[in-house]
Structure formats: C-alpha cells, structure tokens
C-alpha cells in the first residue's frame, strides 16, 4: 500500500516559480512509476509530468522547458518544479503512483497563478 501527501501549491503571480512536493509512506517507492496530474475545474484530469523508477521523464507539451520532475528514493519523495507560471497552469495538482496494475492518488494541491 501506499500513502501520497503533496504539498507546496500556493498563490503565485504569472512568471513566478513554485516547488511541489509529494511525499510517499510503503516500501515500494523505489519501483513505481510515479507523475503528476492536474485538474482545472470544468476540465479532465491530465498528465504534467511523469519519471519512471529509473528516472526516465516524460512531459506535456505545454509544460516542457518550463516544468522538471524529479525523485529522491531515499526520502521517498517527488518534486515538481515549475517556473514560468502562466494562468492556464493554475488548477489542483495530483501526486500519483503506479506499480504493476496498481494506482495510487495524493489528495491534491492548490496552485493558483493570478496577479
């Protein structure tokens, strides 16, 4: 089983940066796939990012050059890093985990980008 915490969705101004974070419980980290969704209201849940257990990346198109995944094993913890916000990359932000026929969710972050 696993557990997915995010955090660090906030308020931002167009052209800011913020840093997410998902912070995972069980012992099988190491070997999930893991990613990042967002949902804006009205709209379906979609792919950002993804980084495979051997740290291949995978990005949407409209957040490439601008968005980086990342993982630390160790803690048990994946980061999104995004900078060059822009308004359409405002909406709940989705930690997710996938194992074999396994799929796990976070609760989901706020980002807001608004002047």
């Known amino acids: 089983q696993v557990q997915l915490v995010e955090s660090g969705g906030d308020l931002v101004q167009p052209g800011g940066s913020l840093r997410l974070s998902c912070a995972a419980s069980?012992?099988?980290?190491?070997?999930?796939?893991m990613g990042w969704y967002r949902q804006a209201p009205g709209n379906q849940r979609e792919l950002v990012a993804s980084?495979?257990?051997?740290?291949?990346?995978n990005y949407a198109d409209s957040v490439k050059g601008r968005f980086t995944i990342s993982r630390d094993n160790a803690k048990k913890t994946e980061y999104l890093q995004m900078n060059s916000l822009k308004p359409e990359d405002m909406a709940v932000y989705y930690c997710n985990a996938r194992f074999l026929s396994h799929v796990w969710w976070g609760q989901g972050t706020q980002v807001t980008v608004s002047s």
């Open positions: 980084i495979s257990r051997d740290g291949r990346t």
């Open positions: 069980g012992t099988i980290f190491s070997i999930s796939d």
